[in-house]
């Protein structure tokens, strides 16, 4: 008996230490929620030390960094920290041959040197404000609007209310200013957040991808990392320090806020914690919606990817200059792979589908106990959903992941084609002639500098060839028809053709497009519009198809919501992400991923020799940082014992949005910048894994050292609060 009442209360022990750092919270409510047991890890702030809707807090030195990743102010010059890969983008925009900022780096020595980025956004969160009952007001009044009772989850219906709310006339005395309503948990809650947008970002410093994406593609969603993944950009304004577009004028901006940075380091159980904008978790599925992500959409972009990556990876090696060209667009895919990968291991081994059947049957077992039959109803209309979509669910994500997203030139503009065809049948030449320069200009914004004919003509044999043998024949796009009809089943000739009679499929034929005569007839039955419009009219009926199932799915999950918020009380849970501001605490720990392996919490610069491969891509090392570590010129960064810290692992709860997160100590300073999730985890975004989710975050001191020692920029550290 006592040994059965010792294993009882070590699980439960487990269980709760397992699943204290799960969450990714709403700041308002930490003091109702998470606050105690922050401060039993380590804690050593109050909630409004973190938000403080009346005055300044941490929140204010926290920003979104473009429209996916977050970033942090560090210095009262508006200098803001961020992931190498959320400003790769933006430095492969700026590299050239002659200037290859991915594979040099760059480091602005005066604020004159420092590169605009056109686009560009950092965005402030000024206020939070929760709004359900105004919401639910305006639903009421307006429920002539909801014709499939859906509303309540249309952004462009909340975007209405939030600006209704705020009032015109404060948007408009407000320069960048904008306000958006998000719902929470399915509708069962709206929050209203104010916003600040800077336009005027520019790149300040980047490490060369040698550091800041060293291990690349083999060692992205892996722990031990040895990456240093940071980049620096600065926020400037008007001279009264209001949003505005790129101008000479403008100088740095003075922030609200800005954090302080710590080079104490950390240790094992140290407390962490993050802010962020993580972008989409799916705490809440049910089991049937387990098994739909597991074997539809992961496993066709697992299958699709691997065909895309192989033919661009080919060819990226052969040339350099199709190496900088396809950088981004390969990484971004991979990205996604790897994280499919890793979903579907932690679905089958942790049997998630049994995790939320058990909570659906919970749920079951309350609302017959409490006479709420409509919560049981919600879930067989979920499942009855789930089934009756699962064939219409599979070709979309075939055709998005095997042509939309595959194949560069299916994007071409149809609908310019169209009146184009038509201007040139009615004799409206001048028509003609400007819609011949409005599709060159459309075309040119996939067909750039990082555009290779040769490549995506490579590329697009292979996935068809993978991607006619998946799908029916008679599930095709229309004009996919000719492959049989014309070429005897053979999809290579189908490509070779499709780029030898297009107007855009090879230089002569553009040349002849632009200086030519044109016909309607041409247009109308050139091959790459063809199957480009062919594309299109297929995407749009599988939307139109699957779109019947839309409202009543989001309102069998909002009354299932209902039943869990209401069986558990309104703090139980946080919200799944939804790319708003939300915090993550947990500790600086390593894992055991396996039978007899263990990682430790912390790599260090030793880990970056050893796993130097100069015939490797993606894992050499600058020569600089090898004279550095030879020389053991680690300044005052290095450890205790005089090794030189790269990165560390930590418990937080993250998803994707979360790259360029802060890591703090318990006092609020920054130790490390979030950059990766290792693979064994990201089963988190659907239940969170304790034993193995580990947040990968670049450690603080090797950023430092690196603008330092590596790239000689002390005179940025000058700007900077460190103790």
């Not at 480009?532 to 599988?542: D, F, I, N, R």
């Not at 089963?683 to 239940?687: A, H, R, S, V």
């Given at each position: 008996m006592k040994k059965l009442f010792f294993y009882l209360s070590f699980w439960c022990l487990f269980f709760f230490t397992a699943s204290a750092d799960e969450g990714m919270w709403m700041l308002h409510s930490l003091k109702q929620q998470k606050l105690n047991d922050m401060k039993e890890l380590g804690l050593k702030l109050e909630d409004y030390d973190i938000y403080n809707p009346d005055g300044s807090s941490i929140k204010d030195a926290v920003v979104q960094?473009?429209?996916g990743c977050t970033g942090e102010v560090i210095s009262s010059q508006g200098l803001v920290l961020t992931n190498h890969h959320c400003g790769y983008g933006r430095i492969q925009q700026h590299s050239t041959l002659e200037n290859n900022y991915l594979e040099e780096g760059f480091w602005a020595m005066t604020k004159a040197e420092e590169?605009?980025?056109?686009?560009l956004t950092v965005t402030f969160i000024e206020e939070i404000e929760e709004v359900t009952g105004y919401v639910l007001q305006c639903l009421e009044r307006d429920r002539e609007e909801d014709t499939d009772g859906a509303l309540f989850l249309s952004p462009s219906y909340l975007n209405r209310v939030a600006r209704e709310k705020a009032g015109?006339?404060?948007l408009s005395e407000n320069?960048?200013?904008?306000?958006?309503?998000?719902?929470?948990f399915n509708g069962n809650q709206y929050y209203m957040f104010t916003k600040k947008i800077y336009s005027d970002i520019r790149l300040v410093g980047a490490p060369p991808s040698s550091i800041g994406k060293f291990g690349a593609d083999t060692d992205n969603w892996t722990w031990p990392r040895h990456t240093g993944d940071f980049a620096i950009f600065r926020i400037y304004a008007d001279k009264d320090g209001n949003p505005a577009g790129y101008s000479p004028g403008n100088i740095p901006l003075r922030p609200k806020r800005w954090l302080t940075i710590s080079t104490k380091g950390v240790k094992e159980n140290d407390f962490a914690m993050l802010l962020g904008f993580p972008g989409t978790t799916n705490k809440f599925y049910t089991s049937w919606e387990v098994a739909e992500r597991r074997d539809i959409d992961n496993t066709v972009r697992i299958r699709m990817r691997e065909v895309r990556q192989k033919a661009m990876l080919e060819e990226m090696l052969k040339d350099p200059a199709v190496?900088?060209?396809?950088?981004?667009?390969y990484s971004g895919s991979t990205n996604s792979y790897k994280n499919a990968i890793g979903t579907n291991w932690a679905i089958n081994m942790r049997n998630f589908e049994k995790v939320k059947l058990e909570q659906q049957n919970r749920l079951l077992k309350w609302a017959e106990e409490n006479n709420q039959p409509r919560f049981k109803k919600a879930l067989d209309e979920i499942e009855r959903i789930v089934k009756e979509r699962a064939d219409l669910r599979y070709r979309r994500w075939m055709l998005n992941e095997g042509i939309v997203r595959g194949l560069e030139f299916s994007t071409l503009a149809t609908v310019t084609a169209d009146k184009l065809a038509k201007a040139l049948e009615e004799g409206n030449q001048s028509e003609a002639d400007t819609l011949r320069a409005q599709l060159m200009k459309e075309y040119s914004m996939f067909a750039d500098k990082d555009y290779n004919r040769e490549v995506d003509k490579k590329v697009a044999k292979e996935m068809m060839r993978e991607y006619i043998s998946l799908v029916p024949e008679e599930n095709l796009p229309g004009f996919f028809s000719l492959i049989y009809s014309d070429f005897g089943g053979n999809s290579d000739r189908f490509v070779d053709f499709l780029f030898n009679r297009s107007l855009f499929g090879n230089e002569i034929n553009i040349q002849n497009f632009n200086e030519g005569e044109l016909d309607a007839e041409t247009i109308m039955n050139d091959p790459m519009f063809l199957f480009?419009?062919?594309?299109?009219?297929?995407?749009?009926?599988?939307e139109k198809q699957l779109a019947v199932f839309d409202a009543p799915f989001a309102i069998a999950r909002k009354a299932y919501l209902e039943g869990i918020l209401s069986m558990d009380g309104p703090y139980a849970y946080f919200p799944d992400a939804n790319l708003t501001l939300r915090l993550s605490y947990g500790q600086v720990k390593g894992y055991k991923p396996g039978d007899a392996i263990y990682y430790a919490h912390q790599t260090t610069l030793d880990g970056v020799i050893e796993k130097e491969d100069p015939g490797n891509w993606e894992f050499v090392v600058p020569a600089m940082l090898k004279k550095l570590y030879q020389e053991e010129d680690f300044g005052h960064y290095a450890m205790h014992n005089g090794n030189m810290p790269v990165a560390f692992a930590a418990t937080t709860h993250t998803t994707g949005g979360n790259s360029g997160s802060p890591v703090m100590n318990g006092s609020g300073e920054l130790i490390g910048i979030n950059f990766d999730r290792n693979w064994e985890g990201v089963?988190?975004?659907?239940?969170f894994l304790p034993d193995y989710q580990r947040s990968i975050i670049v450690d603080i001191r090797y950023v430092l050292f690196i603008i330092d020692k590596f790239a000689g920029a002390g005179h940025l550290l000058k700007e900077l609060d460190m103790n």
């Open positions: 960094f473009g429209g590169l605009p980025n056109p686009g015109e006339k404060f320069s960048g200013t904008e306000v958006e309503i998000k719902p929470f190496k900088i060209q396809y950088a981004s667009k480009s419009k062919s594309v299109a009219e297929e995407s749009a009926s599988l089963g988190g975004d659907i239940q």
